[in-house]
């Protein structure tokens, strides 16, 4: 055999492939292939990612179905929308206010598709039913239902004739059923009793019904007219009377049943100007320390004007002027008269601080006059061991500067309780002559640092301390002068609540100190810019 036939004779054999089933496989080249268990577990996860991706499209198409509806398909929901409110005026659901209504319905598809006439068409539907509805409550006497219905038709713009057919015969119909000629008794008889407002059986309110029912009634105008009058004519006797909340009232109430009356504006600039009369003397009262009058007056402004800020900021003051006049009787062991004017302190300024340092005054008082009253059962001994003890305080609290504060700790306080218990020894003396240097000294540092507060605080204590002291008048005056010079510079911030006080308490202090009629001319100017 040539060697090309062994060479052909080659090329029609197959070299089979040798399978090993335990190690895997060979290829035709010799080269190993993966085995079977290898290939099961890439079928596997082929499987396992196609479930996942399958699942996971079947999520997005539940929980986008309705986006991807309206998205790509918005006329099925214009037409879910449609139908839902066809369903509704079948049902005789109108207008809801949970959007379920008719009405709703078709306004929301019209607003999803503007160029279909189906909403527009059922919105008349709506206006015809609601018309229709209107029509039946009337035959039923049902006369606000028919009114809210009517209404709802001319919104949805039913034809104005129809409408105005129907809103007739309802007038009419009321009317009938009302019977306004005794309507129009009634309010006469309440008129000549002078029961004028206030109820519905008083004259005013029942010529309002009648006037509702049939707007061009004579008797019913005329007797309006004539009950107004008289209503401010009682207004005005009350502001003579100086009644501000009597007359408010019943101006408020001429106004609400005819703001366009032709006496109104004569009476209510009589009212501001009994306001403002009223304002100018409470301010006055209360600078001149009248507080019950003061208070009086600022209420009753608030029962005229409740949101007057000015009254409300005049009886703030009058509450932390009461809490002075509370630390005033504390001091003179009045403690009945103390705890009143603290309670109207409390009840007028209850934001005030002042209220505070006047229930510290009473206690310390009380403390004072406890002393007092148990220093003749004390034996000498003890009563000498006492003072020296509290006048061992007053030197450390001197020697820290604590001249008025803390309450009860400071030197003046423990000063006052020694002269409770010894007042004629002689250390106690001797304390009290040292202790007034310093409170002079305290009262000259805090008035040049324009702590005006603390500087009246040192001078009340030097007055009480040394209350013959011919240095004092000049020392009132000086603080005056200070209170004004404060004032003047807060005022031109605009704070006119602080000018008000600064000017009540330099007249408390010296009511003839230089510039202080300038002073309230401008704070009276100030308070009448800030009038509403």
């Keep these: 055999m040539t060697r090309e036939d062994h060479h052909d004779a080659g090329r029609g054999r197959r070299i089979e492939p040798r399978i090993d089933w335990t190690h895997g496989t060979a290829a035709a080249d010799g080269h190993p292939r993966a085995t079977v268990p290898a290939r099961r577990d890439r079928r596997r996860a082929r499987w396992l990612a196609a479930m996942a991706l399958a699942v996971l499209l079947l999520l997005s198409v539940i929980v986008l179905r309705q986006p991807l509806a309206d998205l790509l398909w918005p006329q099925t929901r214009v037409q879910s929308l449609l139908d839902q409110a066809d369903q509704a005026l079948r049902a005789g659901r109108l207008d809801t206010a949970d959007g379920a209504g008719a009405r709703q319905l078709y306004e929301a598809a019209q607003a999803l598709d503007t160029d279909r006439t189906e909403a527009s068409e059922g919105l008349r539907r709506v206006a015809q039913a609601a018309l229709a509805s209107a029509d039946d409550a009337l035959r039923q006497d049902r006369f606000e239902e028919a009114r809210a219905r009517l209404a709802l038709a001319r919104e949805l713009q039913v034809p104005r004739p129809q409408a105005d057919a129907l809103a007739a015969r309802l007038r009419a119909r009321e009317v009938e059923h009302a019977g306004l000629d005794g309507l129009l008794a009634a309010a006469a008889r309440a008129h000549a009793d002078e029961r004028l407002w ?251 640092a324009n702590r005006i507060r603390r500087a009246q605080a040192c001078q009340q204590a030097w007055q009480t301390l040394q209350p013959r002291d011919p240095a004092l008048p000049d020392a009132r005056r000086r603080l005056a002068e200070k209170w004004i010079a404060v004032g003047t510079e807060r005022l031109g911030a605009g704070d006119v609540a602080f000018a008000v006080q600064s000017l009540q308490e330099a007249r408390k202090l010296d009511g003839t100190v230089p510039g202080l009629d300038d002073f309230e001319a401008r704070v009276r100017v100030a308070q009448a810019a800030t009038v509403p």
């Design 198 to 448: 206030g109820g519905e059986d008083t004259a005013l309110p029942l010529y309002r019904r009648v006037l509702a029912l049939q707007p061009t009634r004579i008797e019913a105008l005329e007797g309006r007219e004539d009950a107004l009058s008289d209503l401010l004519h009682e207004a005005e006797q009350r502001l003579q009377r100086g009644e501000l909340g009597e007359a408010a009232a019943r101006v408020a109430a001429a106004r609400s049943f005819d703001p366009g009356h032709v006496d109104l504006p004569r009476v209510e600039a009589a009212m501001a100007t009994a306001v403002d009369a009223r304002r100018r003397t409470a301010a006055r009262d209360l600078a001149r320390g009248r507080l019950a009058s003061a208070r009086a007056a600022y209420e009753a402004i608030l029962a005229a004007m409740p949101a007057d800020d000015m009254a409300r900021q005049g009886l703030e003051q009058v509450g932390i002027a009461y809490a002075r006049e509370a630390e005033r009787h504390a001091g003179d062991f009045d403690f009945v008269q103390a705890q009143q004017s603290l309670e109207r302190a409390r009840l007028l300024a209850p934001q005030s601080p002042r209220a505070d340092q006047a229930a510290q005054a009473i206690t310390r008082a009380r403390e004072v006059r406890q002393r007092q009253d148990a220093a003749p059962s004390i034996p000498p001994r003890e009563r000498e061991r006492r003072v020296t003890a509290l006048l061992a305080r007053m030197a450390q609290a001197e020697a820290q500067g604590h001249w008025l504060t803390p309450p009860g700790e400071s030197a003046y306080d423990t000063l006052r309780a020694a002269q409770a218990l010894s007042p004629d020894s002689v250390d106690v003396k001797q304390a009290a002559t040292r202790l007034l240097p310093a409170v002079r000294g305290c009262y000259e540092d805090e008035l040049r």
